[in-house]
């Protein structure tokens, strides 16, 4: 009964909200007389002229908006084709005109008005800014570029304003990296001891794969920050540039200084294990010291032991110590947790490479060929993994 009382007095509220009711149909008085069935079925019908209206209503509204915003456009192409007329009016009036076609997605029709504008006012920041804007909305790379460019130097921008700029490049993903790098390079000749662009443009050259470059910069981070600022994240990367540098030494140092700031750090046990990872992999892989990366890549193990590349390291560590039967089985593990982690990607070319190499050294020949097969299809210029899988294939012959 409270169930019913809830739902008559909803109805009733959007019978008073869209209209009275009209003659011959059931009053809420009504439905709460019938029986269960007919009540159901006069609720039901209800509801549904009620939820029509509502859905006419909102219809309604739309053609509404829809028609205004053409109205809107329509008299603002008037007004631009006015004031392109009228050169030499005040700015105020091409802004107002030229802000109002922007928010309206106007962009291409705004350019001419603007361009006029720009023309008139030179030094005007607002209005190289909407250019920049209608261009960077348009996909026009060059001339988004050209006017980002000249706002800066109109601006006497600081260095806020060139990260501004080069993180909208860096969002855009790798191969917009070098358009960062370009207003970076610019903004540190102005201002050399920034350690914010120094940060901005190490990353930036990370996604170029300049890793010397990378340390140089991170290395200039450090000179012009407090020791505080600088967390285990920093001196991961910075550890991490410098391997890909060739420099180990350096490398280990820095991964040493990461994990003695994670110790203090309890719950950070995934990063830890990333860390400690990196490095004993670091190790075994260069063959620097195989016995402690081999315990570094076990403690990773411990503390995050359905990670695939962790499971990898530790396969390929007993790989390098000639124990090829433990190195199966956690090769065979890391594929297995790789798989179940990104069901939807190909094989890692490096963990089916190893396994594939563990299977070689026990014999299992086609073993071998199947995850040689699959690194080679994986990286198909990968001249290693060419070389490894034409060796499989010729053991296999009887």
């Known amino acids: ?10 109805v009733f509220s959007l019978q008073v909200a869209v209209v009275a009711g009209e003659e011959n149909e059931p009053t809420i008085q009504d439905i709460l007389t019938t029986p269960t069935t007919e009540w159901d079925e006069a609720l039901k019908a209800k509801l549904e002229k009620l939820q029509s209206q509502v859905d006419e209503h909102y219809r309604e509204v739309d053609r509404l908006d829809d028609e205004i915003i053409r109205l809107k456009k329509k008299r603002l192409l008037h007004q631009k084709s006015a004031l392109m007329l009228l050169a030499g009016r005040d700015s105020p009036e091409y802004y107002s005109t030229t802000r109002e076609m922007l928010l309206l997605q106007m962009y291409t029709e705004a ?7 720009h023309r008139e006012w030179p030094k005007h920041i607002r209005f190289i800014r909407q250019l920049e804007v209608a261009h960077r909305n348009l996909g026009h790379r060059e001339e988004t570029k050209k006017y980002q460019r000249i706002a800066l130097q109109a601006g006497n921008a ?3 304003e060139y990260l501004k700029y080069a993180n909208q490049y860096l969002s855009e993903g790798k191969e917009q990296a070098n358009h960062a790098i370009d207003f970076l390079t610019e903004a540190i000749e102005k201002y050399p ?3 914010q662009l120094h940060q901005s443009i190490a990353f930036a050259y990370s996604y170029t794969g300049e890793h010397t470059k990378v340390a140089e910069h991170l290395a200039i981070v450090e000179t012009h920050s407090e020791a505080k600022h600088l967390g285990p994240d920093f001196h991961f990367r910075y550890g991490s540039a410098l391997e890909q540098s060739g420099k180990y030494e350096q490398a280990s140092e820095r991964f040493g200084k990461a994990l003695s700031l994670l110790s203090e750090d309890p719950d950070a046990h995934n990063f830890k294990a990333a860390v400690l990872n990196y490095h004993g992999y670091m190790l075994i892989e260069r063959g620097l010291d195989i016995p402690k990366g081999g315990e570094l890549v076990l403690e990773a193990a411990e503390l995050d032991p359905a990670n695939y590349a962790i499971a990898d390291s530790v396969g390929w560590y007993y790989f390098k110590l000639g124990d090829y039967e433990q190195a199966e089985t956690h090769l065979k593990r890391a594929v297995e947790l790789h798989e179940a982690d990104l069901p939807s990607e190909a094989p890692d070319p490096v963990i089916v490479d190893h396994l594939a190499q563990a299977y070689y050294h026990l014999e299992k020949y086609e073993s071998a060929i199947k995850y040689g097969t699959l690194a080679l299809d994986s990286e198909p210029e990968n001249a290693a993994y060419r070389q490894r899988l034409e060796q499989y294939q010729k053991k296999s012959k009887p």
């Not at 350019?111 to 504008?117: F, G, N, Q, R, V």
């Open 193 to 195: 001891q920034d350690p």
């Open 1 to 10: 009964m409270i169930q019913r009382l809830a739902i008559a007095t909803l």
């Open 158 to 160: 600081g260095p806020a």
């Open 111 to 117: 350019i001419p008005l603007l361009e006029l504008a």
